[in-house]
């Protein structure tokens, strides 16, 4: 749907023409994916005897809250007004981005040792540092059980990539802080993203790490890819493409001189970010280098 044009104001204290009320009950209707639990309104170009108790009105008012950020909505579009302008915008977004999450890959083959020298060739650093981000990073597993790679969904990445808008609305998915209990782990984190993914699918796939050795989607030029949806697309295809983005992403953020050295605490800040001793990154891959520098 384009962008809806209302020569007068829809809702409470407005002018309520049928032909605007229609309008605004249609592009409604287009964008109830927004305003949960709303359910598609009759476009009838009404309002009733009681604007007040109207279900256009109510919705107007969802949308308000939801997505105009109104603490104190007034149930009327206004033309070129901040919800008529925030409509239009969503209006012009809605189905621009038509991806869907690839099917589970059936190409769920283990790295072998020679993927493993090959890239440990390239960095210039031991096998066993590869080894060592690998486990702490993903536990050693690439994909779940189901042939989907292995993520997590990360709602305060959300909640900041979209300015915060569906922190009250939509809090399991996007929170201004990081909150340990939204994790739902395993196989259901793709609950949450596909959850996400209908509010912003874009900014949804960045919010989510991915693969062995979980990249965040928002890396994904780091990883040597023009957009997020061919990194997620990659990400379903195989273990070694997920090491090849890996490659990247270590080159690009120069990080392999730290893999050399075994300066496990300067990798784990430029991989994981500055709260990585909170989670004992470091700690932890140095003690998996050490067990793997021994084999």
């Given amino acids: 749907m384009s962008v809806i044009r209302i020569p007068q104001s829809v809702g409470l204290g407005g002018v ?19 305003i949960s639990p709303t359910k598609a309104l009759a476009v009838d170009g009404r309002l009733g005897s009681r604007p007040e108790n109207s279900k256009t009105v109510a919705a107007i008012k969802q949308f308000q809250s ?24 969503k209006l012009t977004t809605i189905g621009q981005v038509h991806f869907k999450l690839p099917v589970a890959s059936s190409n769920v083959q283990a790295l072998s040792e020679s993927d493993f020298q090959d890239v440990a060739n390239q ?36 909640s900041r990539l979209t300015n915060h808008k569906y922190d009250s609305s939509h809090p399991s998915i996007s929170s201004r802080s990081w909150n340990r209990s939204l994790y739902v782990g395993g196989p259901q984190e793709y609950a949450r993203l596909e959850k996400a993914m209908e509010l912003d699918v874009i900014e949804a796939l960045k919010s ?32 070694r493409k997920q090491l090849d983005a890996f ?17 496990w605490a300067a990798f784990a800040e430029g991989y994981n970010g500055s709260q990585y001793a909170q989670n004992k990154y470091d700690v ?9 520098d021994k084999k």
Avoid at 210 to 219: A, K, L, S, T, V
Avoid at 284 to 292: P, V
Wanted: with cysteine; proline share 3%.
């Fill in 123 to 158: 960095l210039g650093c031991k096998v066993a540092a590869i080894k060592a981000v690998a486990e702490v990073e993903s536990a050693g597993d690439a994909f779940f059980s189901n042939g989907k790679p292995k993520i997590l969904y990360e709602a305060h990445i959300f």
């Fill in 247 to 263: 490659v990247n992403f270590v080159k690009s953020k120069g990080l392999e001189k730290h893999l050399i050295t075994l300066n």
């Fill in 284 to 292: 932890k891959l140095k003690k998996a280098f050490d067990k793997y």
């Fill in 208 to 239: 989510t790490s991915w693969g062995r050795f979980q990249i965040m989607g928002f890396n994904y030029s780091a990883a040597g890819f023009a957009s997020v949806e061919a990194f997620v697309q990659t990400m379903f295809t195989s273990q």
């Fill in 66 to 89: 939801k997505v105009v950020g109104m603490v104190r909505p007034d149930g009327r579009i206004d033309p070129n007004g901040r919800s008529h302008r925030k409509i239009n915008e």
């Fill in 16 to 34: 309520n023409t049928p032909a605007d009320v229609k309008t605004v009950q249609t592009a409604l209707n287009k964008l109830l994916k927004l």
